[in-house]
């Protein structure tokens, strides 16, 4: 994290924005993960949601 000043507002905008979700698994990873291998963050084609996230995280997965 960098030392970014939020305000108030400016959090609680976004966290009880309806377009956002928070939970306790990953949703919509892979999208993500596709996108990075389109613009070469992910150097690996194929790599899945779940090579980016350590094991404790997966076992929720589907929950």
Partial sequence: MGKEKFTTEFIEKHYTDPAISFAPQPVGVQTFVDFMHRV????????????????????????
Avoid: A
Avoid at 42 to 57: A, N, P
């Fill in 40 to 63: 070469g963050t992910v150097k690996q084609v194929g790599v899945k949601w779940e090579d980016l996230f350590f094991d404790g995280c997966k076992k929720y997965w589907g929950r």
